[in-house]
């Protein structure tokens, strides 16, 4: 499976942008790179996820490098509840219905400063 | 409200003990996974199945087994519980349409095994 790099821990001030980056260098062409967040003392939670374009969505945005071998994801105006544990993932496109694995790494925990 | 329901927050069992932990889903998804995590090691994938009766391993099966008999509902168990399974297991779901879409948590069962 192709692994991602993200750092271990960053900080951010509230009220400004975050830009947490990731790195997948052996990304291959049908792979899907998804990003979730895991709050304090709660399962993790989906954030965003995109193949080629960037995206946005009410949460977030992703920017995907043109080569697809790193992305960023964006949070536009970092609050006191983004802190979490965000995790970028590769996921497969696989040609048998339903045969998707789903594996993290670490992620990078984020610390907002009030 | 999508939901991901794991049957206890909290479990205290003796060494040697047969465990089983429950997690059922009401979004009729075919995908399910297990997970455990622990300090410094981040999410790790114990088993996934995508289709009833269907499994397959994670990245460390060792000392677990599952059972699907139905669709809604994913069991793992703990044949033989011992000390270094005490852990916080975490159940998800996410539909198996082939393209990789958003997979739901459950809040998680932190078990301790004495």
């Known amino acids: 499976d192709a692994k991602t790099t993200q750092p271990n821990s960053m900080e951010s001030n509230e009220e400004e942008p975050v830009h947490l980056p990731c790195n997948h260098s052996?990304?291959?062409?049908?792979?899907?790179i998804h990003w979730y967040r895991q709050l304090p003392s709660q399962g993790p939670e989906y954030v965003i996820h995109?193949?080629?374009s960037n995206v946005n969505n009410r949460m977030a945005s992703l920017a995907i490098a043109e080569d697809r071998k790193s992305s960023t994801l964006i949070l536009h105006r970092a609050t006191l509840r983004d802190a979490a544990v965000y995790y970028c993932i590769l996921r497969l496109w696989a040609a048998n219905f339903g045969n998707e694995k789903l594996t993290f790494g670490t992620g990078t925990r984020l610390t907002i400063i009030p | 409200d999508v939901k991901v329901t794991q049957s206890s927050r909290y479990l205290v069992k003796r060494t040697g003990e047969k465990v089983f932990l429950e997690c059922v889903q009401d979004m009729d998804h075919e995908n399910m996974f297990w997970y455990r995590q622990d300090p410094g090691l981040g999410l790790r994938l114990i088993y996934f199945?995508?289709?009833?009766?269907?499994?397959e391993k994670g990245d460390i099966p060792e000392g677990y087994s599952v059972s699907r008999e139905k669709k809604e509902r994913f069991s793992l168990i703990l044949e033989s519980a011992s000390t270094n399974q005490t852990s916080m297991y975490l159940c998800?779901?996410?539909?198996?349409?082939?393209?990789?879409?958003?997979?739901?948590f459950g809040q998680g069962t932190r078990l301790t095994v004495v």
């Open positions: 052996t990304i291959s062409g049908t792979d899907y």
């Open positions: 995109g193949l080629t």
């Open positions: 998800a779901s996410s539909p198996g349409t082939g393209v990789p879409s958003e997979a739901f």
């Open positions: 199945s995508y289709d009833v009766k269907m499994k």
